[in-house]
């Protein structure tokens, strides 16, 4: 797979013996692990939560246990709208039906903190038209016990109940239906990306054995993860979210990972190399940047681990899983599967018919000769359209490279609007019961539902003290009422709460102000704050404070790796910066898409005002990872090539030429799949699809296509440049395809000469492994092929 400098067997050989020497074994032992995968992770989904948000150990955290434990009515999670057929819920017969159900309610093992209009007279339990009213209860124990109630206890309340309907609503019921939600969107996502992927890789093949052979690796790091997941879920808590990503990653990345192998392979065997040399010849090239790629993308996951939220941490957890998988599948079984295939891996070339149809339409002889003259010679030259683009925006480096960076950095600016909120019904669609409750009460009932702050008061204080508080409160700006204290016995000590309505939105910027406001104030007990605002303003004080610490694991784990691959200084810096700009046109469509509601009839969601805090660092930590995807694909070539040659110019065009082509085609696939995952119901899922899709056609389209090449020909010579010190660094452990011999040429006056003379117009790359002739033959063809 990869070789460290200055020691070990010969590049690859021990690899590439351990992996083919029983190539039917291998594949029958990953079948015998794929299919122990399946029922290891079977009902993997059940076990996962739908939360995750929270901060744990945070102020608001703790007071809402405490608020659980000792006040189970003062958070309630589960709602009975009850609405009247006829009449208003103060009929007699309205009335009697809601105190049985009720008192039914009252009666089911783990439900308690029972509440309803008809037992307390609250106004805001009952609508402004007195047409509705509510029932409140609190469901006991975590998310997985809780949802088991609500799934045993809502076909008994659901419905009709003689004069009145009942609908079912609450935090507990929008957690469960948004985890049904996930689960069956994510089913058609896979039936929609599974067909369609399978036809492009055949178009890009055009051999459908090898199409099969991606398909294949992805589906087997999916059903790996699965089982990781569920692994993981008897340890720790895991987000049913994270499934989306297992599904994306897992075909994305086994199909960019696969599609750079299997090409690599058949163009061996193009070249005259037998099985056994082509398989060692790709393991030691493509096999090491995929390596490198998996880590790198694993890296940029794995930073999502320093935040406290297991909703983040859980897409860690997949992520990582399902990268590693889907590149030790890529290195293991896709080699085997290729000794046993051979030449084979070109059956079934399904593009013959289409040939043959132009042939029949064209009048071309049954020798099938190609086309005469200019185009025809551009035709079967290899990637000659990319060689073309490069030498365009390498003659005009600097134009490209402002013209692009501003572009991007354009894109971008509606970020700077970005508000950040938390997550509620208005995820799922309009249609969905919970939802349907919650518009309901937002609508039609006093108050702002869902929007109350609670202050918890510990250590006990007197009558005149709570008085005195409730007053200092009560006057602070932007706070429309203060109730309580309510507490829990008469005793020395025991607790006790207040309620507080801010004005405006529950989650709004007044409502985190007056957060701060109250924690701020002095009180003759402890006091603790929470609510929906305060859950919001704790969630972004930590992810604010371990950003910094995310970024810096990102950043210095790329710059390492891009550094052991190169042995440069300038391309990791590079790396970082190019991939910082391919995310920003995905940042500002999320913002102007998803906040500010554009399009938002036309994708089928509600805009909120606000983005979700942990959604844009899940979003960067994922995109960056698949864009560093593609660096190290195009990177890896253009080192491999100057490597060889000590042409700079050269290499980029090459570069570019012999993986253009490959990048576009897995951004495309990559991108069916995350939209795929973007016609997801729920509006979180939808903007990580989406986006993610948006980033990563952006970077392979412009940034790798336009922005490395123009770059690179701006730095010239000096990308290859390290100091003595990193270079001694870099022949002792970095990591090249030969060993010695493959090691990056130094820069001597004669190669500065080389560089210089590559640099004239029109001189473009000569196909791999050509002999001197050949690629003078094949830059004077680019250098015809530019003038017309």
Request: proline content about 5%; aromatic content about 6%.
């Amino acid at each position: 797979m990869a070789e460290v400098k200055n020691s070990g067997p010969a590049p690859g050989g021990g690899w590439t013996r351990f992996v083919t020497a029983r190539p039917r074994l291998s594949l029958l032992v990953a079948l015998v692990v794929t299919a122990l995968a399946v029922f290891a992770g079977s009902g993997v989904a059940d076990r996962m939560g739908s939360g995750g948000f929270e901060v744990p150990g945070a102020e608001s955290t703790y007071a809402t246990e405490v608020l659980e434990r000792e006040f189970p009515a003062s958070q309630p999670n589960l709602l009975l709208l009850v609405s009247a057929r006829e009449g208003g819920v103060d009929d007699p017969a309205v009335a009697a039906e809601a105190r049985r159900l009720a008192e039914r309610l009252d009666a089911e093992q783990g439900v308690g903190g029972i509440g309803s209009y008809w037992g307390t007279r609250s106004p805001a339990l009952r609508s402004e038209d007195g047409r509705q009213a509510v029932i409140v209860a609190r469901v006991e124990g975590d998310e997985k016990a809780a949802g088991e109630i609500l799934e045993r206890i809502s076909p008994d309340f659901r419905g009709a109940h003689g004069p009145v309907d009942v609908a079912i609503g609450g935090q507990l019921a929008v957690q469960h239906e948004m985890q049904s939600t996930v689960e069956e969107d994510l089913l058609r996502a896979e039936l929609i990306a599974l067909p369609v992927t399978l036809v492009l890789l055949v178009m890009v093949f055009g051999s459908a054995v090898a199409a099969m052979l991606p398909l294949g690796i992805g589906i087997v790091a999916i059903l790996g993860t699965n089982a990781v997941l569920r692994g993981l879920t008897e340890l720790t808590d895991v987000s049913v979210f994270a499934q989306n990503l297992t599904t994306a990653l897992g075909l994305g990345l086994a199909i960019d990972y696969a599609l750079f192998v299997v090409r690599r392979f058949r163009e061996e065997l193009g070249r005259g190399a037998d099985t056994r040399t082509a398989v060692a010849t790709t393991l030691r090239t493509a096999g090491r940047t995929v390596f490198f790629s998996a880590l790198t993308v694993a890296a940029s996951l794995s930073a999502m681990l320093v935040f406290p939220q297991y909703f983040l941490r859980s897409f860690a957890y997949a992520g990582i899983a399902v990268v590693l998988l889907a590149a030790a599948a890529a290195l293991t079984l896709l080699p085997a599967a290729l000794m046993l295939l051979g030449d084979r891996v070109n059956a079934l070339d399904l593009r013959r018919l289409f040939r043959r149809r132009r042939r029949a339409a064209g009048g071309a002889e049954p020798g099938g000769a190609r086309p005469s003259g200019a185009a025809g010679e551009d035709a079967k030259e290899p990637g000659a359209g990319w060689a073309r683009t490069a030498t365009l925006v390498m003659r005009r480096a600097p134009v490209f490279a402002v013209l692009t960076t501003a572009g991007l950095v354009l894109l971008g600016l509606p970020f700077l609007g970005a508000k950040f909120g938390t997550v509620d019904d208005r995820q799922l669609p309009t249609t969905a019961e919970s939802r349907v409750v919650q518009d309901e009460l937002r609508d039609g009932f006093p108050g702002s539902p869902g929007g109350g702050l609670t202050v918890l008061a510990e250590g006990g204080a007197t009558p005149a003290e709570y008085a005195g508080y409730r007053e200092r409160i009560a006057a602070l700006d932007g706070i429309v009422r203060v109730d309580g204290p309510v507490a829990s016995g008469t005793g020395a000590g025991t607790p006790a709460y207040f309620t507080v309505i801010p004005e405006g939105e529950g989650v709004g910027e007044t409502a985190q102000r007056v957060v701060g406001e109250l924690r701020a104030e002095p009180a003759p007990f402890d006091t603790s704050v929470t609510g929906a605002a305060a859950l919001l303003v704790d969630s972004k004080d930590a992810i604010g404070d371990r950003l910094p610490w995310a970024g810096a694991i990102i950043v210095v784990v790329t710059l390492l790796l891009v550094f052991l691959l190169t042995g440069s200084v300038l391309i990791p810096i590079q790396a970082v910066v190019l991939n910082g700009l391919s995310l920003t046109a995905m940042f500002g469509a999320v913002v102007w898409v998803f906040q500010e509601g554009h399009l938002s009839g036309f994708l089928g969601f509600t805009p909120t005002g606000d983005i979700e805090t942990t959604l844009p660092v899940l979003m960067f930590c994922v995109a960056f990872g698949l864009s560093m995807d593609y660096g190290v694909f195009l990177i890896s070539r253009i080192k491999e090539e100057y490597d060889a040659t000590g042409d700079h110019d050269h290499a980029v065009r090459f570069g570019l030429r012999r993986t253009g082509g490959l990048i576009t085609a897995a951004a495309v696939i990559l991108s069916v799949v995350m939209v795929a995952i973007g016609t997801s119901r729920v509006t979180n899922t939808k903007m990580l699809g989406l986006g993610v899709a948006l980033a990563v056609l952006m970077d392979a389209m412009v940034v790798r296509s336009l922005l490395v090449p123009a770059v690179m020909k701006l730095t010239g010579r000096l990308t290859w440049w390290a100091p003595g010190p990193l270079r001694r660094f870099h022949d002792r452990f970095g990591v090249s395809e030969g060993g010695d011999a493959a090691k990056a040429p130094v820069t001597t006056p004669e190669r500065m000469e080389a560089s210089e003379r590559a640099e004239e117009p029109g001189r473009s790359e000569p196909s791999e492994g050509a002999e001197p002739s050949e690629r003078a033959d094949e830059d004077v063809r680019d250098k015809e092929s530019v003038g017309r």
